[in-house]
């Protein structure tokens, strides 16, 4: 039975072309007079542009409706199981699932973008989450299930504290405390790069020849210790001298931008820009926000 119900389903039953609902009048209207938010525009162009990846296309012919199905986020899931409808055939409960998923505190939203709410009520939802630790006596699947909960929360950027609630001083001060410390990116933002130090007396054939094979993503440990021993400028001996360490692991940031020192999104929520993308995906062209959709 279940191979003839996936057999049934097929991806060409869904014409997404015949369905760019945001070129409708009413609709339009509607979202001029601000009768629309803005956490419900992202997440209904999120929702098309991941109707639209191979990977959520497959789950669905393939009948991949839980909510854990792939280790995918929440959000993704929603979508494999209403696919076959557009943003507006949605019902209201179905929409607003997805809203509140979009910008839920283990969210990952397409890659550059912002979902966090713009109400001050979401915006404390969604900031601040409470972590109930197991009872005495429960079981050590309890313990684990509470460390898996917490590693979530700490893979989406959150650092978790505790925090001294009994008076309000305490809160503030704790508050405090916290807003001078650096910040948190989540775990799918994170890359994690060798950096390599270049011989200071480099010719530049070899300088420009070493961007070249950074910019390819060829370059290798090997060849730079090449390039190094091409390029000896001071005594080798000790292991530890600062010449022997050509290279360091770091962390890099992705997806974003810098604004007064601090890094935000890489990209600006542009409401109309995206659903001309859509439109011309459909027509067969390559769309830098369905790409974006992680899920």
């Known amino acids: ?70 280790g995918w986020q929440f959000f993704t899931c929603y979508v494999v199981n209403y696919l076959i409808r557009s943003w507006p055939e949605l019902d209201p409960i179905q929409m607003a699932s997805l809203t509140r998923a979009s910008y839920g505190p ?44 917490a590693r979530q929360f700490a893979d989406n950027g959150f650092t978790i504290f505790a925090v001294d609630t009994k008076q309000h ?37 070899d300088e420009q020849a070493l961007k070249q094979m950074e910019q390819q993503g060829t370059l290798t440990s090997q060849y730079m210790d090449e390039l190094w021993r091409k390029y000896p400028s001071k005594p080798t001996n000790s292991v530890n001298a600062q010449w022997n360490r050509i290279a360091e692991g770091q962390v890099r940031v992705l997806h974003k931008r810098p604004r007064k020192g601090k890094l935000i999104e890489g990209k600006q929520f542009n409401f109309e820009g995206i659903c001309h993308e859509l439109e011309a995906f459909d027509n067969g062209c390559v769309s830098d926000f369905v790409n974006a959709v992680r899920l």
């Open 1 to 70: 039975m279940k191979l003839k119900r996936h057999s049934a389903r097929n991806i060409s039953q869904v014409n997404f072309a015949a369905q760019h609902w945001w070129k409708d009048r009413a609709f339009i209207q509607r979202l001029a007079e601000g009768h629309i938010s803005i956490e419900e525009q992202k997440a209904a162009v999120w929702y098309e542009a991941a109707r639209r990846r191979p990977e959520i296309q497959q789950a669905w012919i393939e009948g991949n409706f839980s909510l854990v199905a792939n």
């Open 169 to 205: 001083q305490a809160v503030r001060a704790a508050c405090a405390a916290i807003e001078k410390l650096p910040p948190t990116f989540r775990k799918s933002d994170l890359k994690p790069v060798m950096v390599y130090r270049v011989p200071p007396n480099i010719s530049q054939a």
């Open 106 to 149: 283990w969210s990952v939203p397409p890659a550059g973008f912002s979902t966090f709410p713009t109400t001050e009520a979401e915006q404390m939802k969604v900031s601040l989450q409470k972590l109930n630790l197991p009872k005495p006596g429960e079981t050590p699947d309890a313990a684990q299930r509470f460390v898996e909960h």
